[in-house]
């Protein structure tokens, strides 16, 4: 008997969950710090590094067949391990950690991979710990959204987290921040994709 052998195409992308965008809420810097790299921990060469429990945060941005997308510029700004964030009107303004970063960006490539070195995001008065992402590309317009850390209690109030009415999207931006095997430091990593709505032009 022959095998038949089906091309289904769209099979593998019916299982991709668009990203729900989110807000870019009130933080974003307002002005950019010195280095704007994607090492979060160390301020151009610093001697000291960020107070927090350290985080490689990665991922890819991804279309919606599940294709890589390339040139893609990834912003993420957080607040440091005191709750405050690098703007001139958060909250913790006093107790801000001078040697966080608070804010990086990387260029996708060809695999449309990222990465960041960061701390495990905190909560503030009105929030579960988040990262906040924003997503450039030639042509579109920015794209923002929010991680979360799997696991977090205070996720089950926070107001952003439950306005994605969607249980499938609500839960595509909860990811474990998992400990890292052998890592002496107690270094954690997270994995987070970002799928676009939309397929870049060739
Ligand atoms: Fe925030």
Not at 77 to 97: E, I
Request: proline share 7%.
């Amino acid at each position: 008997m022959a095998s038949v052998f089906f091309a289904v195409p769209g099979a593998f992308a019916e299982a991709l969950i668009q990203t729900p965008r989110q807000t870019e809420g009130p933080f974003y810097p307002d002005h950019l710090p010195l280095d704007t790299d994607n090492d979060l921990i160390v301020i151009n060469d610093g001697l000291t590094p960020a107070v927090g429990e350290i985080t490689w945060v990665s991922g890819r941005i991804l279309d919606l067949k599940g294709d890589p997308i390339r040139n893609a510029t990834v912003e993420i700004w957080q607040c440091d391990a005191n709750g405050a964030y690098l703007h001139t009107g958060t909250g913790n303004a006093t107790k801000r950690d001078k040697n966080f970063q608070g804010f990086g960006r990387f260029v996708t490539g060809s695999t449309g991979e990222y990465l960041f070195r960061t701390i495990k995001p905190v909560a503030y008065p009105g929030r579960t710990p988040h990262i906040h992402y924003a997503v450039k590309m030639k042509g579109h317009e920015k794209f923002t959204t929010q991680c979360y850390i799997k696991g977090e209690p205070q996720n089950e109030k926070d107001g952003v987290l439950r306005g994605i009415n969607d249980a499938k999207a609500r839960q595509s931006v909860i990811v474990p921040f998992s400990p890292i095997k052998g890592s002496k430091a107690g270094e954690l990593a997270a994995k987070f994709d970002i799928v676009m709505g939309y397929t870049p032009a060739a």
